[in-house]
């Protein structure tokens, strides 16, 4: 749906939430004209204040909070529905069943934005590969626009857009489910990895793949994919837009040879940087580096820049983040670790002994793995409860009866626990392998409680 015709409508927003997306998908309606809004959600007030706070300037905004009414879906002329609400669901199926248009933050954007955009997915990795196009683009002297990038908001980036900005996009599955309806991928499509996730979302690994295919599969000529070499179905699907592989060997279009990170394109060999120009930890950094680096050059940045930009990007908080030192001790903040495959990666960053804290909430994931490497590679590792924590706990379990690994009932406990295992040299490592609901409200709020938890015991521990 285009701005304009957004204009004097009765539009019902589907799920306001506690971070920036509602309130930008509100406040962006507000911009264009809207007549009336609707902001429903299953959250009571309380548990909304600060979003409701934030929107408190307006008046012509009607809440049904704690519950969802029918009417709400059905007396309306749009209906915009949080990205984490499945398409399957009643009220979006009563809202198609009674003519009403159903639409998401990303559909919308596409449809409104004509400057060039950079769109960024995967199951891991999407969130520092987008934050390093940005800070390549930005450090180069282009315009460029974070959109989605970990919780900024969507829709309301759009009054900050000029004419010649580059746009990059962070795209969940659930936001590139918005593509496929309208049939339009970005320009330059980035492609980290695929791994299982989002099971108690989608009914198969079909199902979430097919969203995440979105990304390049209206794409047209002219247009570029940037991927992972491991994956074969983005090899073997027929579009007519460039296909850029990055990977280890020699035979893709971007790999490493030795410490240079080299591009192959229209038979000329590019050396983009060198792994010492990345300041971030561990081996897949240099992979997302790879990537954002062959999406800056694709848009125009030289090489030289490319490398001078990457030595100065800080990375991103919840990433692998270095959040204190204790007594010789490092705590270092990888929150955004939700699947299993990100937190084995992680412990695989560091070459000093690691205690790790993990655990949480089950998306029907594979634990297995995980288990092997953290009695493989942890000095001694603390558990957030959860059910996730269970089963981890049952695979731990099984490789190594005899280990005991402590379950402590929220972040402050883990961390001084964790502490306490740990010998000078030695790093404190925080990257969960689970999702978060249940003991926090998200990822980013696991990780400032981690934040505040080290603050805490330092501070407690300067009076000793």
């Known amino acids: 749906m285009k701005r304009e015709d957004l204009k004097g409508k009765r539009v019902t927003v589907f799920g306001l939430g506690t971070n920036e997306g509602g309130i930008g998908t509100v406040e962006f309606l507000e911009r264009c004209g809207v007549g009336e809004i609707v902001v429903t959600d ?61 639409e998401m933050d990303s559909g919308i954007f596409f449809e409104n934005c004509d400057n060039r955009i950079v769109g960024v997915t995967g199951t891991k990795g999407k969130t520092t590969t987008a934050s390093m196009i940005v800070h390549i683009l930005r450090e180069s002297g282009k315009g460029v626009v974070p959109v989605g990038i970990s919780q900024a908001p969507v829709l309301g980036a759009f009054d900050r857009i000029r004419p010649d900005d580059i746009v990059v996009f962070e795209l969940s599955s659930w936001r590139l489910s918005a593509l496929g309806r309208i049939c339009r991928s970005p320009e330059v499509a980035v492609f980290t990895n695929f791994f299982l996730d989002h099971l108690n979302y989608y009914v198969s690994i079909d199902e979430y793949r097919d969203d995440k295919r979105n990304l390049y599969a209206f794409q047209k000529e002219g247009d570029v994919v940037i991927a992972d070499a491991g994956l074969d179905f983005v090899r073997s699907d027929d579009i007519p837009s460039e296909k850029l592989f990055f990977g280890r060997s020699s035979g893709d279009d971007a790999f490493f040879d030795g410490e240079r990170a080299v591009l192959r394109r229209e038979g000329i060999e590019i050396e983009l940087f060198r792994s010492g120009d ?14 954002a680096a062959t999406a800056a050059f694709v848009c125009g940045v030289p090489a030289e820049k490319i490398a001078a930009a990457l030595r100065s990007f800080p990375g991103v908080p919840h990433r692998l983040e270095q959040v204190g030192e204790i007594r010789g001790v490092k705590f270092f903040n990888d929150s955004a670790a939700t699947v299993p495959e990100a937190a084995l990666a992680a412990l695989s960053s560091f070459e000093v002994p690691v205690v790790h804290i993990a655990g949480g909430s089950d998306k029907n994931l594979d634990f297995g793995p995980l288990a092997d490497g953290m009695l493989r590679m942890t000095r001694a590792a603390v558990l957030l409860p959860g059910t996730g924590t269970d089963r981890l706990l049952s695979e731990l379990s099984a490789g190594s009866p005899e280990a005991v690994f402590s379950v402590e009932p929220d972040m402050e406990s883990a961390v001084r626990s964790a502490f306490r295992l740990a010998e000078p040299g030695d790093v404190v490592l925080l990257s969960p392998g689970a999702a978060s609901f249940g003991l926090f409200r998200n990822e980013f709020d696991r990780g400032e409680r981690f934040r505040d938890s080290v603050e805490g015991l330092k501070a407690d521990l300067s009076n000793i």
Do not use: C
């Not at 990345?278 to 990537?291: E, Y």
């Open 42 to 102: 299953r959250k009571d007030e309380k548990a909304l204040q600060a979003s409701l706070d934030r929107l408190s300037g307006y008046d012509n905004i009607t809440y049904a909070l704690g519950r969802h009414r029918d009417e709400d879906f059905i007396g309306t002329d749009l209906v915009v529905k949080n990205p984490g609400i499945p398409w399957n669901d009643r009220y979006v199926r009563l809202a198609e069943s009674h003519g009403i248009p159903v």
């Open 278 to 291: 990345i300041a971030v930890p561990g081996s897949h950094a240099r992979t997302d580096a790879l990537a």
